[in-house]
């Protein structure tokens, strides 16, 4: 096990201006990001701050910094990549092959978007 620091902060930048700091024990720098997500009750698409973890040397850190995503896009981001992510792998390649061929990505498409694409690549 080791030690790590966790604090949670602003999401434009990393300053320790929301909390003191958290010592953690954990195995990985990734276990102790979940228990300190834990600890302060962050919810990734309703949360107003981040949650930001370095191990005891300063040597790892996961610094969570970033551009503010309203809640309801973030929430629809991710739920066309679940849906994508959970079509068959042909079914993937035909919609990805559709939108490459059309100068476009599905990325940027709502998950009704590849819904409706999906329903017509698989009628044809």
């Given at each position: 096990m080791?030690t790590?620091?966790?604090?949670?902060?602003h999401?434009?930048?990393?300053?320790?201006d929301?909390?003191?700091?958290?010592?953690?024990?954990?195995n990985?720098?990734e276990?102790?990001?979940?228990?300190a997500e834990?600890?302060?009750k962050?919810d990734?698409?309703?949360?107003?701050?981040?949650?930001?973890t370095?191990?005891?040397?300063?040597s790892?850190g996961?610094l969570?910094t970033?551009?503010?995503?309203?809640?309801?896009?973030?929430k629809?981001?991710?739920?066309t990549?679940?849906?994508?992510?959970?079509?068959?792998?042909y079914?993937q390649?035909?919609?990805?092959?559709?939108?490459?061929?059309?100068?476009?990505?599905?990325k940027?498409k709502?998950?009704?978007?590849?819904?409706?694409?999906a329903g017509?690549l698989?009628?044809?």
């Amino acid at each position: 096990m080791e030690t790590f620091w966790s604090w949670k902060h602003h999401k434009s930048n990393t300053d320790k201006d929301c909390s003191t700091y958290k010592k953690i024990r954990a195995n990985s720098i990734e276990e102790a990001q979940e228990k300190a997500e834990k600890h302060y009750k962050y919810d990734f698409f309703h949360s107003t701050f981040s949650v930001s973890t370095i191990n005891h040397d300063g040597s790892q850190g996961l610094l969570n910094t970033g551009p503010s995503i309203p809640p309801e896009e973030q929430k629809k981001a991710y739920e066309t990549y679940d849906y994508f992510h959970d079509l068959p792998e042909y079914m993937q390649r035909l919609i990805y092959n559709y939108y490459r061929n059309n100068n476009s990505d599905w990325k940027d498409k709502s998950k009704e978007e590849l819904q409706a694409i999906a329903g017509e690549l698989s009628n044809v």
